[in-house]
């Protein structure tokens, strides 16, 4: 008998695996927009706030939500935690 995968559980659970993945880089994130407020730096200011926002944004990536299969959810990496 096959294993029948829930794919609604397994997309949330990939979800909260982003999220604590992402906590410590909008911490990060935190942590250098204070330096940028500090030093008035208003173009490092908007970087860092697109950013976060890609960072928020990451568990509505498409190659998390079009995933079909339970293989493709677990190679999925939203574009915002590539290289991060």
């Avoid at 992402?22 to 204070?34: K, Q, V």
């Avoid at 339970?70 to 935690?81: D, Q």
């Amino acid at each position: 008998m096959p294993i029948i995968v829930n794919m609604q559980k397994a997309v949330e659970i990939k979800k909260d695996m982003i999220r604590t993945e992402r906590t410590p880089l909008l911490a990060a994130l935190d942590i250098e927009m204070m330096r940028a407020i500090e030093s008035a730096d208003t173009t490092k200011q908007s970087e860092i706030s697109a950013k976060k926002q890609a960072l928020r944004d990451a568990t509505k990536d498409p190659v998390i939500t079009n995933a079909i299969t339970p293989e493709e959810l677990k190679a999925a990496v939203p574009a915002a935690l590539v290289g991060a």
